[in-house]
């Protein structure tokens, strides 16, 4: 039988019970351990969130270990699993997504079909979607997990194989890119990773309005990729290539505009402003039309389609900077 180990690094969120329940609840051959990453910053979180999270592990309570992550994001917290778990395949779950009810069962099978030479499979990602009404720019980002190629919500990687790349890469932050850098080395390395057929719900959190902005910070990790896998580095991970060229551009009009304004040459700083306005509104229009268009949502757009091409712009310019002298991970080893 393929054995596996599940790790989960965690927040410890309330979404965390729902994880670790639906994986409890699912049929077929259990995980030969299970690692939680309690990823929360400082020496000693409070320990009473995650005890109740634990209690809906049942008889699975007794294969799981808790190791501490230290807040050093989700590719330290993953290596910190990596590191705990002894099975040959690690199967990796984000704290807010549920497995489906024979998830178990379906992964045994993935993993059994995978050839020699594949080093990861990944999961059948599904977000529901409100119905009788638009989705939100919220919702239609979740959602766009469902295509996104592997993801860390539900990927399993033979044990072997992460070790000889080395595991993730640190110097990713956050929960982004650091899922197709690795990819990417192992791919470079000769490997393969392949789709599987076990299915695994991502509902949409609720979030704070200021989400999207919050959500900026992740063009200095597209700064880090492009450092480490060169400027094609979007057609080898598939990636979409957003609008960080528009976001520029927006972002040059407006502060020439503000410029022109003060230095007294009226008729280049309305021309200037005219192009800041023009990209804006496009901005804003994008994101506003496929919505629901409530007010609550068609104000939030106006408000950080002003705010997120400024914000992009400085976020990539610093990742440039912070990573200008980036060094690439050594092919790894077959």
Not at 298 to 322: D, E, K, N, Y
């Amino acid at each position: 039988m393929t054995s596996y180990a599940v790790v989960v690094p965690t927040l410890v969120r309330d979404t965390l019970a729902d994880c670790l329940a639906a994986l409890a609840a699912s049929t077929g051959p259990r995980p030969d351990e299970i690692v939680l990453v309690d990823d929360r910053p400082g020496p000693d979180p409070e320990p009473g969130p995650l005890d109740h999270a634990l209690r809906v592990l049942g008889d699975l309570r007794a294969r799981t270990t808790v190791v501490a992550g230290h807040g050093r994001g989700p590719a330290a917290a993953r290596n910190a699993g990596l590191r705990v778990a002894a099975a040959p395949w690690i199967v990796f779950l984000d704290d807010d997504v549920q497995v489906g009810p024979h998830w178990c069962t379906q992964l045994v099978q993935d993993l059994k079909e995978a050839s020699f030479d594949t080093a990861g499979v990944q999961g059948v990602i599904t977000v529901p979607l409100p119905g009788g009404r638009r989705p939100t720019d919220r919702e239609r980002g979740t959602a766009g997990l469902a295509r996104a190629r592997w993801i860390t919500a539900d990927m399993a990687y033979r044990t072997d194989a992460l070790m000889e790349a080395g595991g993730f890469d640190e110097r990713f932050p956050s929960a982004f890119r650091e899922d197709a850098d690795l990819a990417l080395r192992l791919l470079d390395a000769g490997w393969r990773i392949r789709q599987g057929r076990r299915t695994t719900l991502h509902p949409v959190r609720p979030a704070s309005r200021w989400a999207s902005l919050i959500q900026q910070r992740g063009n200095a990790d597209d700064a880090l990729m492009r450092r480490l896998h060169g400027p094609d580095w979007w057609d080898k991970a598939a990636a979409p290539r957003g609008r960080i060229r528009r976001h520029a551009a927006i972002t040059a009009a407006g502060a020439a505009a503000c410029a022109l304004a003060v230095t007294g040459h009226r008729r280049a700083a309305l021309a200037c402003a005219l192009g800041w306005s023009a990209g804006t509104a496009e901005f804003a229009r994008a994101r506003i039309v496929p919505g629901p268009r409530t007010r609550e949502e068609v104000t939030t757009m106006l408000v950080t389609s002003v705010l997120i091409p400024p914000a992009a712009t400085w976020h990539r310019l610093a990742g440039a900077w912070r990573h200008r002298n980036a060094r690439a991970w050594p092919e790894a080893a077959r």
